[in-house]
């Protein structure tokens, strides 16, 4: 599975972002996609992420802010962000699950300036 990010950019503190995740093969075939971030000098962690059944899962610091989504007949998973805040700065990283293996694309950095 290969995943193309897109979307990220610089942005004021309390505005929008939409990211972008296209994969290479239709989506419901992929049990699980998702969106990662990792902050300058921290690990990698998890945002949101979607099953190929609609069911989602948001970190705590993501609740009520942002919204991830998906298009079946485009083969691509959305992230909404809203209210954006100085800590969402990071390289988004979007993530597929697929029969026991993990996939990854290549970040895409969003900037929230104070």
């Known amino acids: 599975v290969q995943l193309q990010a897109s979307g990220g950019g610089l942005v004021q503190a309390g505005g929008s972002l939409r990211l972008s995740c296209v994969a290479s093969e239709s989506i419901l075939s992929i049990n699980i996609m998702g969106w990662y971030r990792q902050a300058p000098g921290k690990g990698r962690e998890m945002v949101a992420i979607?099953?190929?059944?609609?069911?989602?899962q948001y970190a705590d610091s993501a609740k009520g802010r942002f919204t991830i989504s998906r298009d079946n007949s485009k083969n691509t998973v959305y992230l909404q962000m809203n209210s954006l805040k100085p800590d969402d700065t990071g390289a988004y990283y979007c993530n597929a699950y697929k029969s026991g293996r993990y996939y990854w694309g290549q970040g895409t950095l969003v900037t929230v300036s104070s």
């Open positions: 979607i099953s190929n059944m609609g069911s989602t």
